[in-house]
T-cell receptor
Framework: GDSVTQMEGPVTLSEEAFLTINCTYT??????LFWYVQYPGEGLQLLLK?????DKGSNKGFEATYRKETTSFHLEKGSVQVSDSAVYFC??????????FGTGTQLKVEL | NAGVMQNPRHLVRRRGQEARLRCSPM?????VYWYRQLPEEGLKFMVY????????ESGMPKERFSAEFPKEGPSILRIQQVVRGDSAAYFC?????????????FGPGTRLLVL
C-alpha cells in the first residue's frame, strides 16, 4: 500500500538557516504530493503541492520538487524564521481519495 | 468564504459515554474526509463520505465508530462507548470534487479526551 516516510524531528535551527526536511514515498501509479503545516493547537494548512513528476510546488519561501526517479518530495527553505516553527507533514494522494501522511517533523527555529 | 468548521473544539467524555463530532465543509464542497491523529503521530484516514453516501470506510474501526453526511446539515462522526484509547485529535477535511489532484482543506480539529 501507499506510504510516506519523513525524517524524524525535532529539527532545531537558528533563524536564517537553510531548511531541508526529507520525504520519500511508496505508491502505485502517479500520486499527487503535498506538504501540510500544523501550528500548535491548530489544524493542518496546505503549504504546497505538486501533481506530476518534475513539478515544483512553492509557497511562502518553501519549495519542494516532485522527483519520480527518487520517489522524493523534500521540503526546502532558504532562510527560516521563528514564525516557521511548527510540525510539517508530507502526504500523498494516490488512486483513492484518502491522504496518506508521514509521521510529521517538528521544526523549532531559535533566535 | 468560511473554512471547514468543526465543533466542539474540545470534548471530554468518561469511559462508556458517547462522543459526537461535527464537521461543516467549506461552502460548495460535497466531499468530506475524517482523519484521526493520535499523540505524537501523523494523521490516519478513517472515512470518506459524500452527501448521504459512505464511499470509503477502510480506516474506520470495526466497532463503536460510525459516520454520516446527511443531505442537510453537518457530517457527524460518532463514537459509542468511548475508551481511553479513543483520546486523539479528530480532523475533518473537505474538497469540492474527488480526484487525486484535488486539495483537501482541513478544519481545526476536535480534541477528544476520555477520562
Amino acid at each position: 500500500g501507499d506510504s510516506v516516510t519523513q525524517m524524524e524531528g525535532p529539527v532545531t535551527l537558528s533563524e536564517e538557516a537553510f531548511l531541508t526536511i526529507n520525504c520519500t514515498y511508496t505508491a502505485t501509479g502517479y500520486p499527487s504530493l503535498f506538504w501540510y503545516v500544523q501550528y500548535p493547537g491548530e489544524g493542518l494548512q496546505l503549504l504546497l503541492k505538486a501533481t506530476k513528476a518534475d513539478d515544483k510546488g512553492s509557497n511562502k519561501g518553501f519549495e519542494a520538487t516532485y522527483r519520480k526517479e527518487t520517489t522524493s518530495f523534500h521540503l526546502e527553505k532558504g532562510s527560516v524564521q521563528v514564525s516557521d516553527s511548527a510540525v510539517y507533514f508530507c502526504a500523498l494522494r494516490g488512486g483513492g481519495n484518502k491522504l496518506t501522511f508521514g509521521t510529521g517533523t517538528q521544526l523549532k527555529v531559535e533566535l | 468564504n468560511a473554512g471547514v468548521m468543526q465543533n466542539p473544539r474540545h470534548l471530554v467524555r468518561r469511559r462508556g459515554q458517547e462522543a459526537r463530532l461535527r464537521c461543516s465543509p467549506m461552502k460548495g464542497h460535497s466531499h468530506v474526509y475524517w482523519y484521526r491523529q493520535l499523540p505524537e503521530e501523523g494523521l490516519k484516514f478513517m472515512v470518506y463520505l459524500q452527501k448521504e453516501n459512505i464511499i470509503d470506510e477502510s480506516g474506520m474501526p470495526k466497532e463503536r465508530f460510525s459516520a454520516e453526511f446527511p443531505k442537510e446539515g453537518p457530517s457527524i462522526l460518532r463514537i459509542q462507548q468511548v475508551v481511553r484509547g479513543d483520546s486523539a485529535a479528530y480532523f475533518c477535511a473537505s474538497s469540492p470534487v474527488s480526484g487525486n489532484q484535488e486539495t483537501q482543506y482541513f478544519g481545526p480539529g476536535t480534541r477528544l479526551l476520555v477520562l
